[in-house]
């Protein structure tokens, strides 16, 4: 009896305070006050759970959401937003969902009809469906795309379109999104998010599924690019859509490419592998129109591919969507679609836009003027976005028109350019606030539409946005869209069909910026792993508890090597030897955290996070969940405040530097991928212990006490060495340690070994029985360690001598190890264009092939 009585106390609190807003459609109650059938189950549902159990939902989800880095980059501030995400879904009824995906099919191959007439014949446009001033004063439209070959005459293989209902439960299309349409990778990670905070709703519900849609569009590209290649074309990882971009390509399998990756030979698209140029027949386009070819676009320096739009013109190449398609988004064209439906489709348009006034057209201008009091003023040709906005912000003007005069200026002076748009009361949708109540929230749904073998398909499903600062997820939150059905719906599964595979144990068709980017990421990882381990020794130093003892020098020499790695200036490095304890402690921000500073920890953990998010499609879900935690620097800077704390902090940084470095050892296949990753983290390996042997072995400091265990500690060597000799550290065991002993991965000839390893198999060196450079090089060097006598550079200093044999040993590998990355770059990656953060200089990288 008590438990009933308990859901009613639970129902109560979730809907205290439910009021429909007057004016508005409520998608949870009727008119009557009562909840609309489609949602009693899940009202019921979340209502046998307490307010404390609600609360814990949405913080669950918000920490998977966290966890999983996803963000959305803002094109104003271009700085990530986190995503936000309410985890009461949207409910669509079987028979609303119905109307609507007929609709939008509909508008579909509409709108693909027109995108084919106004590159090819042009006959809407002599007939007088569409005024020109609508087509040629969009800089959308492109005319240089004029006679694109369209493969089955298919332009638009992927739209969205964002739909509100009205006060009269119609549904209306908002705005159309053809370019390159955002969002679909965030409906997806809110389904997988929401289905994990609440399964029990989840699996109650008879719901359509995600993953069919996602299978057929991915079969119906295959199928386009089953001859050569695909490519996914990203404008790079700060583009505000780049984890899509990244997601999109993990799934269908395709890599991830920038301009620099791909070129155009004889009107065909080629991407840039380690082993050469490798055919390119799709490239499924994420970077707008104009920033596609350089030569007849208007793409900006270092952007774009030179003859891209001449390859697609010729047949020889399938974009999807294609250049240009950005021309029907116009919210102009809307007042034309109803006659446009008729003439191209000889269909009825049956799912209506806003009403729209084209001020192009005198009649219309007239009527915006007389009536612009209660009209929403929009740009004709900027379309809004629904991504970074919520659903109140999306509706409003996205002019700077304060006035009635204002107003007649601007029209006077470009009419073509405004539309006046009829407003919305968008309908409201419950929302969970942060006390687990529901509260009532405008709302906008973007949904999905892609071309399959079968023709255009809708995704069952999208996702919402919501406008209100009370609830649970703040401004701009997101929902999912639970889009039921009225038959039992069948599990489906991500995963591809089985079918015969050509079965493939290498990468050699990996693009050179990707190889490019992991090399880096590798050096850029083993660069915070030394500065942590750098930082940590100075901080326990101070503190007394550093394991090599105290060392009366060791401040000068840690501050010293500082100063080399680009950690301290010469200036900060003399101040804080003169102020000691002290002086480091008033340091610890700056020192970790200087803004500006490429060699500081937060430099180079913000290089490892770029570079990271450039490879994401190559990472697993478990090494980006590490490498956010590990680069959360905004996290981390609140944590150092004295010397223990930051201590501690370096401590869980070299952990995670630790279960990363294990991760990909373990989980990474051996291909070359990760062979550049791991030849990147030698190289950096290596120059910090000869840096670092150069400094306390042949420097002013070598023979002071306690110097030689330092050594042995900043090389990760200390443990081994007392569990080896159960002595006090000598120098030539110490050199053999850490110089010249294979068995010892921090050892220099280790990495020498490694690097060594890597060439042999690379492709593009010499299978003729000859070395390359590269490998002569590594050869040489190796041998040279193998054969140093540890016991004669050791005792040249006893004699007196001042180690100049090791000091030039030194150079020499430090030389070899220059000579290695200058060939690397030559060889493999000198097609990058752009400039790469990389300490103490910027390097440029120029066009090459």
Same mark, same amino acid.
Request: charged share 20%; hydrophobic share 40%.
């Given at each position: 009896?008590?438990?009933?009585?308990?859901?009613?106390?639970?129902?109560?609190? &979730?809907?205290?305070?439910?009021?429909?807003?007057?004016?508005?459609?409520?998608?949870?109650?009727?008119?009557?006050?009562?909840?609309?059938?489609?949602?009693?189950?899940?009202?019921?549902?979340?209502?046998?759970?307490?307010?404390?159990?609600?609360?814990?939902?949405?913080?669950?989800?918000?920490?998977?959401?966290?966890?999983?880095?996803?963000?959305?980059?803002?094109?104003?501030?271009?700085?990530?937003?986190?995503?936000? &995400?309410?985890?009461?879904?949207?409910?669509?009824?079987?028979?609303?969902?119905?109307?609507?995906?007929?609709?939008?099919?509909?508008?579909?191959?509409?709108?693909?009809?027109?995108?084919?007439?106004?590159?090819?014949?042009?006959?809407?446009?002599?007939?007088?469906?569409?005024?020109?001033?609508?087509?040629?004063?969009?800089?959308?439209?492109?005319?240089?795309?004029?006679?694109?070959?369209?493969?089955?005459?298919?332009?638009?293989?992927?739209?969205?379109?964002?739909?509100?209902?009205?006060?009269?439960?119609?549904?209306?299309?908002?705005?159309?999104?053809?370019?390159?349409?955002?969002?679909?990778?965030?409906?997806?990670?809110?389904?997988?998010?929401?289905?994990?905070?609440?399964?029990?709703?989840?699996?109650?519900?008879?719901?359509?599924?995600?993953?069919?849609?996602?299978?057929?569009?991915?079969?119906?590209?295959?199928?386009?690019?089953?001859?050569?290649?695909?490519?996914?074309?990203?404008?790079?990882?700060?583009?505000?859509?780049?984890?899509?971009?990244?997601?999109?390509?993990?799934?269908?399998?395709?890599?991830?490419?920038?301009?620099?990756?791909?070129?155009?030979?004889?009107?065909?698209?080629?991407?840039?592998?380690?082993?050469?140029?490798?055919?390119?027949?799709?490239?499924?386009?994420?970077?707008?129109?104009?920033?596609?070819?350089?030569?007849?676009?208007?793409?900006?320096?270092?952007?774009?591919?030179?003859?891209?739009?001449?390859?697609?013109?010729?047949?020889?190449?399938?974009?999807?969507?294609?250049?240009?398609?950005?021309?029907?988004?116009?919210?102009?064209?809307?007042?034309?679609?109803?006659?446009?439906?008729?003439?191209?489709?000889?269909?009825?348009?049956?799912?209506?836009?806003?009403?729209?006034?084209?001020?192009?057209?005198?009649?219309?201008?007239?009527?915006?003027?007389?009536?612009?009091?209660?009209?929403?003023?929009?740009?004709?040709?900027?379309?809004?976005?629904?991504?970074?906005?919520?659903?109140?912000?999306?509706?409003?003007?996205?002019?700077?028109?304060?006035?009635?005069?204002?107003?007649?200026?601007?029209?006077?002076?470009?009419?073509?350019?405004?539309?006046?748009?009829?407003?919305?009361?968008?309908?409201?949708?419950?929302? &969970?606030?942060?006390?687990?109540?529901?509260?009532?929230?405008?709302?906008?749904?973007?949904?999905?539409?892609?071309?399959?073998?079968?023709?255009?398909?809708?995704?069952?499903?999208?996702?919402?946005?919501?406008?209100?600062?009370?609830?649970?997820?703040?401004?701009?939150?997101?929902?999912?869209?639970?889009?039921?059905?009225?038959?039992?719906?069948?599990?489906?599964?991500?995963?591809?069909?089985?079918?015969?595979?050509?079965?493939?144990?290498?990468?050699?068709?990996?693009?050179?910026?990707?190889?490019?980017?992991?090399?880096?990421?590798?050096?850029?990882?083993?660069?915070?792993?030394?500065?942590?381990?750098?930082?940590?020794?100075?901080?326990?130093?101070?503190?007394?508890?550093?394991?090599?003892?105290?060392?009366?020098?060791?401040?000068?020499?840690?501050?010293?090597?500082?100063?080399?790695?680009?950690?301290?200036?010469?200036?900060?490095?003399?101040?804080?030897?003169?102020?000691?304890?002290?002086?480091?402690?008033?340091?610890?921000?700056?020192?970790?955290?200087?803004?500006?500073?490429?060699?500081?920890?937060?430099?180079?953990?913000?290089?490892?996070?770029?570079?990271?998010?450039?490879?994401?499609?190559?990472?697993?879900?478990?090494?980006?969940?590490?490498?956010?935690?590990?680069?959360?620097?905004?996290?981390?800077?609140?944590?150092?405040?004295?010397?223990?704390?930051?201590?501690?902090? &370096?401590?869980?940084?070299?952990?995670?530097?630790?279960?990363?470095?294990?991760?990909?050892?373990?989980?990474?296949?051996?291909?070359?991928?990760?062979?550049?990753?791991?030849?990147?983290?030698?190289?950096?390996?290596?120059?910090?212990?000869?840096?670092?042997?150069?400094?306390?072995?042949?420097?002013?400091?070598?023979?002071?006490?306690?110097?030689?265990?330092?050594?042995?500690?900043?090389?990760?060597?200390?443990?081994?060495?007392?569990?080896?000799?159960?002595?006090?550290?000598?120098?030539?065991?110490?050199?053999?340690?850490?110089?010249?002993?294979?068995?010892?991965?921090?050892?220099?000839?280790?990495?020498?070994?490694?690097?060594?390893?890597?060439?042999?198999?690379?492709?593009?060196?010499?299978?003729?029985?000859?070395?390359?450079?590269?490998?002569?090089?590594?050869?040489?060097?190796?041998?040279?360690?193998?054969?140093?006598?540890?016991?004669?550079?050791?005792?040249?200093?006893?004699?007196?001598?001042?180690?100049?044999?090791?000091?030039?040993?030194?150079?020499?590998?430090?030389?070899?190890?220059?000579?290695?990355?200058?060939?690397?770059?030559?060889?493999?990656?000198?097609?990058?264009?752009?400039?790469?953060?990389?300490?103490?200089?910027?390097?440029?990288?120029?066009?090459?092939?």
């Amino acid at each position: 009896m008590s438990e009933p009585l308990h859901r009613e106390d639970h129902a109560a609190t &979730l809907l205290a305070g439910y009021r429909p807003l007057a004016g508005r459609h409520d998608e949870l109650m009727g008119g009557d006050g009562k909840l609309r059938p489609q949602w009693r189950a899940l009202v019921s549902a979340f209502s046998e759970m307490s307010p404390e159990l609600r609360h814990r939902a949405a913080t669950a989800a918000a920490g998977q959401l966290r966890a999983n880095d996803i963000a959305y980059i803002s094109s104003d501030t271009h700085h990530p937003r986190p995503w936000r &995400l309410d985890v009461f879904p949207f409910l669509i009824t079987p028979e609303d969902w119905t109307q609507l995906a007929r609709g939008l099919v509909q508008r579909a191959r509409l709108l693909n009809a027109i995108v084919g007439d106004l590159y090819g014949p042009q006959q809407t446009l002599a007939r007088g469906l569409i005024p020109a001033p609508m087509v040629f004063a969009s800089p959308e439209f492109m005319p240089n795309c004029a006679g694109y070959r369209a493969r089955d005459g298919e332009f638009l293989q992927f739209l969205a379109f964002d739909l509100g209902r009205g006060p009269d439960g119609k549904w209306f299309v908002l705005s159309q999104r053809t370019e390159s349409p955002a969002g679909v990778g965030y409906a997806l990670e809110n389904r997988l998010v929401t289905s994990r905070s609440i399964p029990e709703p989840f699996t109650a519900h008879n719901l359509h599924r995600l993953a069919s849609f996602f299978r057929r569009f991915a079969d119906h590209f295959a199928e386009i690019g089953d001859q050569h290649r695909s490519v996914v074309l990203t404008g790079g990882a700060d583009q505000p859509d780049y984890f899509e971009h990244a997601l999109m390509g993990r799934y269908l399998g395709y890599p991830v490419v920038e301009s620099a990756d791909l070129t155009v030979r004889e009107s065909r698209v080629f991407m840039k592998t380690l082993e050469g140029l490798e055919r390119v027949d799709l490239v499924i386009r994420r970077i707008p129109s104009e920033h596609a070819d350089p030569l007849e676009l208007r793409a900006p320096q270092g952007m774009g591919i030179a003859g891209l739009l001449h390859a697609a013109r010729s047949g020889n190449v399938v974009m999807a969507n294609a250049i240009g398609s950005g021309v029907v988004e116009s919210a102009a064209l809307e007042t034309r679609l109803p006659h446009l439906a008729q003439a191209l489709l000889g269909e009825h348009l049956s799912l209506p836009g806003l009403t729209t006034w084209w001020c192009g057209d005198a009649d219309a201008r007239a009527h915006v003027l007389a009536h612009s009091d209660r009209l929403t003023m929009l740009h004709a040709f900027r379309p809004r976005h629904l991504m970074t906005a919520g659903a109140a912000e999306f509706m409003a003007s996205d002019t700077d028109i304060a006035d009635p005069e204002a107003l007649r200026r601007a029209l006077a002076l470009h009419p073509q350019n405004y539309v006046g748009v009829e407003p919305l009361q968008l309908s409201t949708v419950p929302c &969970l606030t942060a006390n687990g109540t529901l509260r009532p929230a405008p709302m906008v749904m973007r949904v999905y539409v892609a071309a399959t073998s079968d023709g255009y398909q809708v995704m069952h499903g999208g996702l919402v946005k919501v406008s209100g600062t009370d609830i649970s997820g703040g401004e701009r939150t997101s929902k999912d869209v639970w889009v039921l059905s009225d038959v039992r719906v069948a599990p489906e599964t991500l995963l591809k069909p089985l079918r015969a595979a050509t079965l493939k144990r290498s990468d050699r068709d990996l693009a050179s910026k990707t190889a490019d980017d992991l090399f880096w990421l590798g050096r850029y990882l083993e660069r915070a792993d030394a500065s942590t381990r750098l930082l940590r020794s100075l901080f326990l130093h101070l503190s007394g508890e550093a394991s090599f003892g105290n060392v009366p020098v060791a401040l000068p020499i840690l501050t010293g090597l500082m100063n080399s790695f680009g950690h301290l200036s010469e200036h900060e490095t003399a101040r804080m030897r003169a102020a000691g304890f002290r002086g480091v402690e008033n340091e610890i921000s700056n020192l970790l955290f200087e803004p500006g500073n490429a060699d500081s920890l937060a430099g180079i953990l913000g290089n490892v996070a770029r570079t990271a998010d450039q490879v994401r499609e190559r990472l697993s879900a478990d090494a980006l969940r590490l490498i956010e935690r590990l680069t959360n620097v905004q996290r981390l800077r609140f944590r150092a405040h004295g010397i223990s704390e930051t201590v501690a902090l &370096l401590n869980e940084l070299n952990d995670l530097q630790s279960a990363l470095s294990g991760l990909i050892h373990e989980n990474m296949t051996r291909g070359y991928g990760w062979r550049f990753l791991d030849m990147g983290r030698r190289i950096e390996r290596a120059r910090y212990g000869i840096t670092v042997m150069k400094t306390l072995l042949v420097g002013r400091e070598r023979g002071a006490a306690g110097v030689l265990g330092m050594q042995l500690e900043l090389a990760d060597s200390l443990i081994t060495y007392r569990s080896r000799y159960k002595t006090e550290p000598e120098l030539a065991a110490a050199l053999d340690l850490i110089l010249a002993d294979d068995s010892n991965p921090r050892s220099l000839i280790f990495q020498f070994a490694a690097m060594r390893d890597h060439m042999a198999v690379m492709p593009l060196e010499t299978h003729d029985g000859h070395l390359s450079r590269a490998q002569r090089n590594l050869v040489g060097m190796h041998t040279e360690l193998l054969l140093a006598d540890v016991d004669e550079l050791a005792s040249s200093a006893s004699r007196g001598g001042n180690l100049g044999q090791l000091r030039r040993l030194l150079d020499r590998a430090e030389e070899s190890i220059g000579k290695l990355t200058d060939l690397i770059t030559q060889t493999y990656f000198s097609h990058s264009i752009g400039h790469r953060v990389t300490g103490n200089v910027i390097r440029s990288q120029d066009d090459a092939l």
